[in-house]
């Protein structure tokens, strides 16, 4: 359940606060998903079930995506940092301008 992971009390978050724990705790399971299919295809030996592993790692990025794109729409922060740096060209650690440091 989201909320163990909750580092205040939930009555002192803000609903913005909430939705966005909500979505990077599914983010993060989405991602932990990706990961396991992808071991378990690559461990599989048998051809069908490998395939089938990779199509639910696939819906897994999909899911995983989407939740990408919520927080773009619904964080302004976020939203400035996927512009910065998804479908770029370049190094990306040093995608930041001269005089910014971070």
Same mark, same amino acid.
């Given at each position: 359940m ?15 606060t ?9 983010? &993060? $399971?989405?991602?932990e998903? /990706?990961?396991?299919?992808?071991? =378990?295809?690559?461990d599989?030996e048998?051809?069908? *079930?490998?395939?089938i ?7 897994? &990025? $999909?899911?995983?995506?989407? /939740?990408?794109?919520?927080?773009? =729409? ?7 940092? *996927? ?6 060209e ?13």
């Open positions: 989201s909320s163990e992971s909750l580092h205040a009390p939930r009555d002192r978050l803000s609903k913005d909430l939705a966005m724990h909500q979505a990077i705790s599914s983010l &993060m $399971e989405e991602l998903a /990706v990961d396991w299919y992808r071991q =378990r295809a690559d599989c048998d051809a069908a *079930l490998k395939e592993l990779l199509h639910n790692m696939r819906e897994e &990025m $999909e899911h995983a995506c989407m /939740v990408i794109e919520w927080m773009r =729409r619904n964080n302004k922060d976020f939203a400035g940092y *996927l512009d910065a740096f998804v479908y770029t370049g190094e990306i650690a040093h995608h930041h301008d001269d005089d910014d440091e971070s």
